[in-house]
């Protein structure tokens, strides 16, 4: 069974920019949520998306949007860069309740 | 929301020893309890969860304890050794999707 899988591994953008970053799940799993890790704040969530729709969303800004496909592959769009957005950024898929987060390896957004 | 809080910030124990590490949640709602594994530059992967319903759970070296009433949850790992070294995320989710709020994580070194 393939892991989750996230593109690209690594980004680097210059601020004002945007960027988006993909996610595949696990098939068979239709819920994705994206998580923003940074040394100091540790995992953040972003929202979480569930057979397309927005299912749950954390407290970020505007500029972090995302969406899913009809086979749950989902995508991260973040907009009008800025350097604090620096992270690594973790997608997670899972099933309809609350169970494991099985987690990508991750993008590592870099803001210059 | 909810508001995880984990301590300590960073263990050193010797081979062999026990390690603790404890959190506290603030949302009375909350009811699955899952722990991450992070090693150094991989995603974070479970090693142990426990459900608002049962008090105590244990798999080999690995247990981990909910009291409901104080809101806090505890990771107990026995025996340690060295592969045992990693960031440890304890994290708190209600039943309404795949939202987990993380607290800032655990960085355990285990000392041969």
């Known amino acids: 069974k393939a892991g989750v899988t996230q593109t690209p591994r690594y980004l680097i953008k210059t601020r004002g920019q945007q960027v988006t970053l993909s996610c595949s799940p696990i098939?068979?799993?239709?819920?994705v949520s994206w998580y923003q890790q940074t040394p100091g704040q540790g995992l953040q969530f972003l929202f979480e998306?569930?057979?397309?729709?927005?299912?749950n969303k954390g407290n970020f800004p505007g500029r972090f949007s995302g969406r899913q496909f009809s086979n749950s592959r989902s995508e991260m769009n973040v907009s009008t860069l800025e350097l604090g957005d620096s992270a690594l950024y973790l997608c997670?898929?899972?099933?309809?309740?609350?169970?494991?987060?099985?987690f990508g390896q991750g993008t590592r957004l870099t803001v210059v | 929301g909810e508001n995880v809080e984990q301590h300590p910030s960073t263990l050193s124990v010797q081979e062999g020893d026990s390690a603790v590490i404890k959190c506290t949640y603030s949302?009375?709602?909350?009811?699955?309890f899952p722990w991450y594994k992070q090693e150094l530059g991989k995603r974070p992967q479970l090693i142990i969860d426990i459900r608002s319903n049962v008090g105590e759970k244990k798999d080999q070296r690995i247990a981990v304890t909910l009291n409901k009433t104080a809101k806090h949850f505890s990771l107990h790992i026995t025996e340690t050794q060295p592969e045992d070294s990693a960031v440890y995320f304890c994290?708190?989710?209600?039943?309404?999707?795949?939202?987990?709020?993380f607290g800032t994580g655990t960085s355990l070194t285990v000392i041969p």
């Open positions: 098939s068979g799993h239709r819920s």
């Open positions: 949302d009375s709602a909350s009811n699955y």
């Open positions: 998306y569930f057979s397309e729709t927005q299912r």
């Open positions: 994290a708190a989710s209600r039943d309404t999707g795949n939202q987990f709020y």
């Open positions: 997670a898929s899972g099933n309809s309740r609350p169970t494991e987060a099985f």
